[in-house]
């Protein structure tokens, strides 16, 4: 295999990371679910991972966060938990607004490492091995292989769709 054939089997490679990460949101996302019950709560092992990451803080600005803000608010912060974990699921699955997928990802990991850095048993580079691939994604546009972005690029890039200014903005999010 020549080196053109590899720098063009690249945004396929891109592509299929991007998928295999819209999986795996989807999965935590269902581990997360508004039905799923552990120990007397909702969302899954959501509450009791909060509780691991308060009691081994690394910043304590945001162990009080959790604590404070957090906990007594829990049914909101799951849903929003679980609803951005399958919005980033099928943004990255389906290769959909995947620029705003791959940053939204990059930010939401980032801001679990916040909490979860320093609990026992967790490795501290399974963190940038989670957020350097969304960047990845967002800055290849990978959802222009593969995925719905391909064809809303097509659209979008139209000069009578360019003039807009709503046009320009979801072209730069495609």
């Given at each position: ?12 490679s ?5 998928i ?5 949101w ?11 019950i ?15 990451e308060i009691?081994n ?28 974990e ?8 389906l290769?959909?607004f ?45 959802g222009?292989t593969?995925?719905?972005d ?25």
């Amino acid at each position: 295999m020549g080196l053109g054939s590899t720098r063009n089997s690249l945004p396929i490679s891109v592509a299929l990371f991007r998928i295999m990460f819209g999986i795996l949101w989807l999965d935590m996302a269902l581990q997360k679910a508004p039905w799923k019950i552990q120990n007397g709560q909702r969302f899954g092992w959501l509450h009791g991972f909060i509780w691991t990451e308060i009691k081994n803080p690394t910043f304590e600005f945001y162990k009080n966060f959790l604590h404070d803000v957090v906990l007594p608010n829990f049914n909101t912060f799951g849903y929003i938990t679980f609803l951005t974990e399958i919005f980033l699921g099928i943004s990255l699955l389906l290769g959909f607004f995947t620029v705003l997928g791959g940053i939204g990802g990059a930010l939401f990991q980032f801001n679990i490492m916040l909490g979860a850095y320093s609990v026992p048993h967790e490795w501290y580079w399974v963190w940038p091995l989670l957020i350097v691939p969304h960047l990845v994604f967002a800055h290849s546009r990978a959802g222009r292989t593969l995925g719905i972005d391909r064809l809303l690029s097509h659209q979008l890039s139209r000069p009578e769709k360019r003039r807009s200014g709503l046009g320009k903005l979801l072209l730069r999010l495609v």
